[in-house]
């Protein structure tokens, strides 16, 4: 079986997605150091807080030039939610900061609109796109558990695997070969979060 490792830099529930794999009979370690994080099959970049936080943990301890070499070897890799944001250029959130840039794009946050709240928090249904693997046999429509106040813009639109409404359509998954990532929770989406991290184990 291959080895699962969840990347740890500090930012987020990471025992939940732990627990995640465990219910589907998985076992996945958490791990924060490099040579750890670089002796995985499959790699699991979770994380809820701050984007400059996070990159800044991340380039300082050395783990984002494992994840880049991870991703270039063509091992599986993915991204929930800020573990998403993550992966391209830009993020705007409390000034510009420089992210992994394994994908073009920026993070920005969602404009005010009447009667939406942000963050951007709870159930939303999901629109995906044909034949994506992570997505197999998952219901058109189905609803995942969001929390988030920025988004990602992607400068390609062909890496785009979901997209969630609030209240225009925006990226709310990503696909790029053994890359994928999400902008919801899998984690905390019940059944179909949980059909989606089999589907990331078999499928990939």
């Not at 009979?25 to 701050?50: C, F, M, N, T």
């Not at 928090?121 to 999901?126: F, P, Y």
């Not at 925006?170 to 019940?190: G, M, V, Y």
């Amino acid at each position: 079986m291959s080895s699962i490792v969840i990347v740890d830099y500090g930012m987020g529930n990471l025992r939940s997605v732990q627990k995640a794999f465990e219910t589907i009979g998985y076992s996945a370690s958490i791990e924060q150091h490099p040579e750890k994080i670089a002796a995985a099959d499959r790699l699991i970049l979770p994380g809820v807080g701050a984007f400059q936080d996070a990159i800044a943990h991340i380039t300082e301890s050395g783990i984002s030039e494992v994840l880049h070499t991870h991703i270039q070897r063509g091992r599986p890799f993915l991204g929930i939610c800020l573990g998403l944001q993550l992966l391209f250029e830009t993020g705007y959130e409390d000034g510009t900061h420089r992210g992994l840039g394994f994908l073009p794009g920026e993070v920005v946050r969602f404009d005010p609109h009447p009667g939406l709240k942000i963050p951007h928090m709870g159930w939303n249904s999901i629109n995906t796109v044909p034949d994506c693997p992570l997505f197999h046999d998952i219901p058109l429509g189905s609803h995942f558990y969001f929390v988030h106040s920025y988004y990602a813009r992607p400068t390609e639109p062909n890496v785009v695997a979901a997209t969630a409404d609030y209240p225009t359509p925006f990226c709310a998954a990503i696909w790029r070969d053994n890359l994928l990532a999400t902008q919801f929770h899998p984690e905390k989406s019940q059944q179909v979060g949980l059909r989606l991290l089999e589907n990331f184990m078999k499928k990939i």
